[in-house]
């Protein structure tokens, strides 16, 4: 049953949650079930002894008393690191990187020798000497951290331990300030995207984004990494490939401008494994996988993603638009408005300029965007949206 639902209560449940990674009116059969948990616990004061430079061609001994709870991969190419810092480097001074588990330090090695300033974030304690050790002999320039990017600001409610920090503590301790989101980039992350849970890791970061929150409550943090084919080419999709064309696509390109910088094969990346052995990737991974290429993405957000009619607070019910168009998405999109909202259909679909047939795959993300505020902005409606009643028991 659908019924119609007034604004202030998902105002005050976003405004209070920290708009956090909740839908209030999510579609059922997409939930998001991590509710954020903000706490202050710090970070455990890490002392790691440096030991001397190694060459990575080979695994290094002390990698053995390594145990890895899950594959990664790492670059450990200096040509590959050559290419990236080139494609990366850019005139303006002030050059600050935040990379996400560098590992063997190859590409970090690379940066600091052009003169920038790194903050390592490593998840893997084995290799924080080393990184501690290449800091001091190229200037100072390094800070090494043991924490986990993709999982800054857990949403469990236990302690929060290293590789598990918060971002609010991280950037204090590393003096990094926030920005306002009309200026320029505070920082740049550079690094490749999870094996598993790639696409867990994309949504996590979009509701960041879209709320302010983690990261992005320092400004339009700028994101540079690794990530498979089939994710790139998804997140890249509009009408023009509508088989990968999904709500995810619209949100992330709404949220950020994505250019692709390049094309590297799977089999180019070395990984450490259970094994506690360094090995190319194709000795593990299926044929499939190593087939594939990962690409290196640049994701800017954009200035103007935020509006009178779409904010940190309402972004949520921007969501479950998609999310609900998405889930049929051969309909037409007049359909859908009858479902979403009790707003005259016709007359939405007029202010857009779009006709009676138009498809849900018809639409651009920039149309989605004017659609979500065309109805945002109805003034001749006390409630603007609908959701189901059921919805009540999912909210806590």
């Not at 001994?61 to 991969?73: A, D, L, Q, Y």
């Not at 790194?118 to 050790?133: G, Y």
């Not at 009790?342 to 006709?355: E, S």
């Amino acid at each position: 049953m659908w019924v119609p639902v007034g604004l202030p209560p998902r105002l005050t449940l976003s405004a209070v949650s920290g708009a956090g990674r909740f839908c209030v009116l999510m579609s059922g059969s997409a939930r998001w079930k991590d509710v954020p948990a903000w706490n202050s616990r710090g970070l455990s004061d890490v002392h790691p002894q440096p030991l001397p430079r190694q060459s990575f061609g080979e695994s290094p001994s002390w990698v053995s008393k390594c145990r890895f709870k899950e594959s990664r991969r790492y670059i450990t190419s200096p040509k590959l690191a050559e290419t990236l810092v080139q494609i990366l480097w850019e005139k303006q001074a002030g050059k600050l990187f935040l990379e996400c588990n560098p590992g063997p330090g190859i590409l970090t090695q690379v940066l600091l020798e052009r003169g920038a300033r790194v903050i390592a974030l490593e998840s893997d304690k084995t290799f924080i000497p080393h990184l501690e050790s290449l800091g001091k002999n190229l200037g100072g320039k390094l800070d090494v951290v043991h924490c986990d990017f993709f999982k800054l600001d857990p949403t469990n409610s236990g302690a929060v331990k290293p590789p598990n920090v918060t971002s609010e503590l991280l950037f204090q301790n590393l003096g990094i300030e926030a920005l306002p989101w009309s200026k320029g980039i505070p920082l740049k992350v550079v690094g490749i995207f999870p094996t598993k849970n790639e696409r867990k890791t994309l949504w996590k970061l979009l509701h960041d984004i879209y709320s302010c929150t983690s990261i992005y409550k320092y400004g339009r943090v700028e994101l540079n990494l690794f990530i498979t084919e089939k994710e790139c080419q998804k997140l890249m999709a509009n009408p023009h490939n509508p088989n990968l064309y999904q709500a995810v696509s619209v949100l992330w390109q709404v949220a950020c401008e994505i250019k692709l910088l390049h094309v590297e094969p799977w089999s180019s990346f070395d990984m450490y494994t259970q094994n506690r052995q360094l090995e190319k990737s194709k000795c593990r991974e299926s044929l499939e996988e190593v087939q594939q290429n990962l690409c290196f993405i640049r994701l800017t957000p954009r200035r103007n993603l935020f509006t009178e009619n779409l904010t940190p607070v309402n972004y949520d019910v921007f969501f479950h638009m998609l999310k609900q168009c998405f889930m049929k998405r051969n309909a037409m999109l007049i359909d859908h408005l009858h479902s979403l909202s009790p707003v005259d259909a016709m007359d939405i679909l007029k202010q857009i300029k779009k006709k009676k047939k138009t498809k849900i795959t018809n639409l651009y993300p920039r149309d989605f965007k004017r659609l979500f505020e065309t109805i945002e902005c109805s003034k001749d409606y006390t409630c603007r949206w609908l959701y189901d009643d059921f919805m009540e028991d999912i909210v806590t």
